[in-house]
């Protein structure tokens, strides 16, 4: 598939449920918008909470505002300019299941940053709930004629979605995957940082390998 940006972009919109999806999901291209000149607005949705509950050393607070910090260097690494990073702070692993008053709310939210050109999304087919509520807010955000772009990080097993929605494009990072596999490395909560709690959440070295291919993936619809 041929390059589904716009012509012309001025700003671009990269939404995340979580702290780190963002550069999952779209770091290359964040790199490659930036140092095009496009303005670059990053909202994280969530607080990222959820992904070791029982840690004593990372309590809720602390274990957040490490989250935030791991996402405002990896952003800086790719050129997002701080006062174009958001965190809207809602509660992690909830979205999937707060209902349409908090989509609606989130919408809005999403919605007091200028008129994107282009907007990087979660695909409504992500297995992860938080992420498809995000998407469904996404949809109601801004207007359909804006140009859109869906990732996914948790392919669904039943029914098995493999991929984001519509035409797939591919983009090869070439020299910018080395950067964005040291880039999640900087993830240090979802890897090694956090060890007393065995249940938590870790990025394993496959997934670490997996969401760092040298390749992202990116569907036309949400």
Do not use: C
Request: charged content about 25%; cysteine-free.
């Amino acid at each position: 598939m041929r390059s589904p940006l716009p012509a012309r972009i001025a700003r671009a919109h990269v939404v995340a449920p979580h702290p780190d999806d963002e550069a999952i999901g779209a770091f290359g291209l964040i790199v490659a918008l930036r140092r095009r000149g496009v303005v670059v607005d990053v909202t994280l949705v969530t607080d990222g909470r959820a992904s070791h509950p029982n840690s004593r050393r990372f309590p809720p607070a602390r274990l957040s505002a490490a989250r935030y910090r791991e996402t405002r260097q990896v952003m800086r690494r790719a050129g997002v300019r701080r006062q174009d990073l958001r965190f809207l702070g809602y509660a992690d692993g909830a979205l999937g299941f707060d209902g349409p008053a908090t989509t609606a709310r989130l919408a809005r939210d999403l919605a007091r940053r200028p008129r994107p050109d282009l907007i990087v999304t979660p695909s409504r087919h992500d297995n992860h709930a938080d992420h498809r509520a995000v998407a469904r807010a996404v949809a109601r955000a801004w207007p359909a004629s804006i140009a859109r772009l869906s990732y996914l990080v948790w392919p669904r097993q039943t029914p098995h979605r493999p991929r984001p929605a519509g035409r797939l494009w591919r983009r090869t990072l070439g020299a910018r995957a080395a950067m964005k596999q040291a880039a999640l490395r900087r993830y240090r909560t979802q890897i090694d940082a956090v060890d007393d709690d065995p249940d938590g959440f870790t990025i394993t070295p496959a997934l670490l390998a997996r969401f760092g291919r040298p390749v992202e993936v990116f569907g036309s619809r949400p």
